[in-house]
């Protein structure tokens, strides 16, 4: 009888944001949903980049992404924030000044 050895890979490590990292980015989003501008959000981690994607409605794609690259950390900024049309809508190093897009002054509706 042959004997099989079954060898068991470990998984590929993952980018995923940090509590103290999460907490401002949840706080954000509860903003924007007391403000009626977003109802869902979604956490992809990946092997080069951790994704915080908020909804307007769960069906549709993301309205924003924030996500978190550390291969681009030295050179443009590890934090990002996408549109909705995959515009960047603001990048840097620290996670606090990037999360400036999204103040309430920016999100006033004008008539």
Known sequence: MAETTHRITPPEPRIAFHKT????????YGRLVMAGKARDYAIGMHKDVAIFAIFRRHAE????RIEKQPHLQNM???????????Q????????????????????????
């Open 21 to 28: 990292e999460l907490q401002p980015i949840l706080d954000v």
């Open 61 to 64: 794609n993301p309205t924003w």
């Open 76 to 86: 443009q900024g590890q934090y990002v924030v996408y549109g909705q049309a995959g």
């Open 88 to 111: 960047v809508l603001r990048r840097g190093r620290e996670l606090s000044q990037v999360l400036r897009v999204f103040d309430r002054s920016r999100f006033r509706i004008i008539e």
